[in-house]
């Protein structure tokens, strides 16, 4: 049955939520732009901030409900935080777009507010260092790399279980490593700050 709730993590997170609002509003391939990825800030770049915006809001969603539904049926952390894990990398790595996906960060944050419905702190006080990580800085890489290790490093600190915690410590990486090429044009001074260009 486990796997059963893995499958449908990975299938609920690999909805394609910026690709299908860009093709039915645009025509277009959201990975024909910018960054190249499925994810709210590249479809912002295509359809305005309202609609990245909407597509942040839905890709938390689908992460975080899919932790919810299946903890409906099972109180065992460690298949809830594979669950929360299944469905970022269905999100990343979705079948339907030849695993050429998003890089996490919404539904990363949707996994981590809904682990535990009744202490969302890590992810709560996350968002405020995301909020003020793009204030400070202008990078939003920057902002979803560091608000992410925040809210991992913060688990433990609420007393959520050791699942959650290290399952929030590989989202986090995974997330980095997915922002690899931001990072680099961040050392070498290319990357665009909020509001520029790609």
Same mark, same amino acid.
């Given at each position: 049955?486990?796997?059963?709730?893995?499958?449908?993590? #990975? @299938?609920?997170?690999?909805?394609?939520?910026?690709?299908?609002?860009?093709?039915?509003?645009?025509?277009?391939? *959201?990975?024909?732009?910018?960054?190249? %990825?499925?994810?709210?800030? %590249?479809?912002?770049? /295509?359809?305005?901030?309202?609609?990245?915006?909407?597509?942040? *809001?839905?890709? +938390?969603?689908?992460?975080?409900?899919?932790? @919810?539904?299946?903890?409906?049926? &099972?109180?065992?952390?460690?298949?809830?935080?594979?669950?929360? /894990?299944?469905?970022?990398?269905?999100?990343?790595?979705?079948?339907?777009?030849?695993?050429? =996906?998003?890089?996490?960060?919404?539904? &990363?944050?949707?996994?981590?507010? $809904? #682990?535990?419905?009744?202490?969302?702190?890590?992810?709560?006080?996350? =968002?405020?260092?995301?909020?003020?990580?793009?204030?400070?800085?202008? #990078?939003? $890489? *920057?902002?979803?790399?560091?608000?992410?290790?925040?809210?991992?490093?913060? +688990?433990? *600190?609420?007393?959520?279980?050791?699942?959650?915690?290290?399952?929030?410590?590989?989202?986090?990486?995974?997330?980095?490593?997915?922002?690899?090429? %931001?990072?680099?044009?961040?050392?070498?001074?290319?990357?665009?700050?909020?509001?520029?260009? %790609?």
């Amino acid at each position: 049955m486990s796997i059963f709730w893995l499958i449908f993590g #990975y @299938l609920a997170g690999s909805c394609p939520t910026g690709y299908l609002a860009v093709k039915i509003l645009k025509g277009e391939d *959201v990975r024909d732009f910018g960054s190249g %990825n499925i994810g709210a800030t %590249n479809t912002g770049r /295509v359809l305005g901030k309202k609609w990245a915006v909407a597509v942040a *809001v839905i890709d +938390m969603l689908k992460g975080g409900i899919a932790v @919810l539904l299946v903890s409906m049926f &099972t109180d065992s952390s460690s298949i809830l935080a594979l669950t929360g /894990v299944f469905s970022v990398l269905g999100h990343n790595y979705p079948v339907w777009l030849r695993l050429r =996906g998003g890089k996490g960060v919404a539904t &990363t944050f949707g996994v981590f507010a $809904c #682990y535990d419905f009744l202490n969302p702190f890590p992810a709560l006080i996350g =968002g405020a260092v995301w909020y003020a990580a793009l204030k400070t800085t202008k #990078y939003v $890489c *920057v902002a979803s790399i560091t608000a992410l290790f925040a809210s991992a490093l913060l +688990m433990p *600190v609420f007393g959520m279980p050791r699942p959650y915690y290290l399952s929030g410590l590989f989202l986090a990486a995974l997330s980095a490593w997915r922002h690899k090429g %931001n990072i680099q044009r961040l050392i070498e001074g290319k990357e665009d700050k909020t509001g520029q260009n %790609n």
